[in-house]
């Protein structure tokens, strides 16, 4: 079956631009994962969703950084106002469990200029 | 924060060799889990093992974990030129929900 999908798969923007990033998780998945990947800090978590909620967005760097998801499905991550250091890959995931297996997209490779 | 240290941080060995990877941790866990990553992208989920596990294996890789040193390793044997990846640990923590957390991983070349 068909995987996670995210879009774009490479996003170039200028500095203080808004940006939205889409993830397509599996079909039945209930739960939804972002993550940054960058040179310096590694892979890190930034929020997740157990339906359309997100009972932990300990992760998200400032509160530039918001996500949703609707129909518990379609997850869109938004950075408002970006800065040079938002430049990395934000990875999506979803699992099927709340516990376990997750399953990842290709990623958004994000650069700001 | 990392939860996980790993090391070596690269790797290089020839076909058909073994390579081994250490994973240590901080925090008490639910699972450790190993992912493999090509060319900076996506991650694919390469094996699980629980807390109350100690060896665990899965075709050509086996996972170890010691709960009581907070650590882990990943083997694969008998490697091919395919295998080249990087490889991070990431562990779920109960308390912390289902998110994990990602080791620095270890960059693995192997020469044909």
């Known amino acids: 079956g068909a995987g996670v999908s995210q879009s774009p798969s490479n996003k170039v923007t200028e500095k203080g631009k808004d940006v939205e990033l889409r993830c397509d998780p599996i079909?039945?998945?209930?739960?939804l994962y972002w993550y940054r990947q960058s040179l310096g800090q590694g892979l890190e978590f930034l929020i997740y969703?157990?339906?359309?909620?997100?009972?932990?967005k300990s992760g998200l760097p400032s509160d530039r950084f918001s996500a949703e998801r609707t129909g518990g499905s379609v997850s869109t991550l938004t950075i408002q106002r970006t800065q040079q250091e938002d430049s990395a890959v934000y990875l999506c995931?979803?699992?099927?469990?709340?516990?376990?297996?997750?399953?990842f997209g290709p990623g958004t490779r994000l650069t700001v200029t | 924060s990392q939860q996980g240290e790993e090391d070596p941080q690269a790797l290089s060995i020839q076909e058909g060799e073994n390579a081994t990877m250490n994973c240590s941790y901080k925090?008490?866990?639910?699972?450790l889990q190993w992912y493999r990553q090509n060319s900076g992208r996506g991650l694919v989920h390469l094996i699980l093992?629980?807390?109350?596990?100690r060896e665990k294996h899965s075709g050509r890789l086996r996972v170890t974990l010691d709960t009581s040193k907070k650590s882990s390793s990943l083997l694969i044997t008998a490697s091919r030129a395919a295998d080249t990846a990087s490889y991070f640990c990431?562990?779920?923590?109960?308390?912390?929900?289902?998110?994990?957390?990602f080791g620095g991983g270890t960059r693995v070349l192997v020469k044909p």
């Open positions: 995931a979803s699992s099927f469990y709340t516990s376990g297996e997750q399953y």
């Open positions: 079909s039945g998945h209930t739960a």
């Open positions: 969703f157990q339906g359309n909620s997100a009972p932990d």
């Open positions: 925090t008490s866990i639910n699972n």
């Open positions: 093992i629980r807390s109350n596990e």
């Open positions: 990431a562990t779920e923590r109960g308390a912390a929900g289902n998110k994990l957390t």
